[in-house]
């Protein structure tokens, strides 16, 4: 089945780096995306990786696919207060016409 | 580009009425996506339209939920008489067919059945 799996908190201190980890079921997997959700908001897309690489950088934001263990994470470096949020996995799957599944979200607390 | 865009942002309704959200999928986007997220959940996936074609209808959409993709452009969904599980905030997005075509989400609609 189609499943994708996050731990629901990660608490991290300000300055430090924060990595959410994402593991998913799927073999279709076409492109894999980190959302950020903010209270009472919608969702911003952050980064998003296709499946053929490994990692993608983008300032603060570092994306680590391991395709063949199905791992994907997420690394925030010099976490900061606005970083405070909730952080969606989520899966873009070929063989469902491109349908996208979330895993629960990963809710990062920011520590001064 | 004014990206996907929905309408209302809001709506408190009484148990029992309906309701209808509107979608505005990015101009050149001949897919179209709705996703329901409740509190403490991500989003999960409702119905998709590729152009005026729903193709997939998930089994959380109740008889009481349906969508429309009338020209293949904007797309409704309505949710007849509306309960207090319902209350949600329901998630527009589009994309394009194809490989390497990432998918947008909109604000989303949030709803409050009272």
């Known amino acids: 089945g189609e499943d994708v799996e996050q731990s629901l908190f990660l608490s991290v201190r300000e300055g430090d780096s924060s990595v959410i980890n994402c593991t998913y079921t799927d073999s279709s997997s076409t492109y894999l995306y980190w959302y950020k959700q903010e209270p009472g908001a919608g969702l911003q897309l952050l980064t998003y990786?296709?499946?053929?690489?490994d990692m993608k950088q983008d300032q603060r934001l570092t994306v680590l696919l391991n395709k063949k263990d199905k791992h994907l994470s997420l690394r925030i470096a010099d976490t900061q207060t606005g970083d405070s949020a909730i952080y969606f996995c989520a899966d873009q799957l070929m063989n469902r016409d491109d349908k996208i599944i979330f895993g629960k979200g990963t809710r990062l607390h920011i520590l001064p | 580009d004014t990206g996907v865009s929905q309408d209302p942002r809001h709506k408190i309704t009484k148990r029992g009425q309906n309701v209808t959200f509107r979608c505005d999928p990015i101009s050149e986007h001949n897919r179209l996506y709705w996703y329901r997220q409740t509190l403490g959940q991500g989003p999960e996936f409702l119905t998709y339209f590729q152009n005026e074609a729903q193709l997939e209808k998930s089994r959380l959409l109740s008889d009481r939920f349906s969508a429309e993709r009338p020209k293949g452009s904007f797309s409704t969904l309505e949710i007849q008489r509306t309960e207090q599980g319902d209350s949600a905030m329901y998630l527009c997005?589009?994309?394009?067919?194809?490989?390497?075509?990432?998918?947008?989400f909109g604000e989303g609609s949030w709803l409050t059945v009272v």
């Open positions: 997005a589009s994309s394009n067919t194809g490989p390497g075509n990432t998918i947008y």
């Open positions: 990786i296709f499946s053929n690489m």
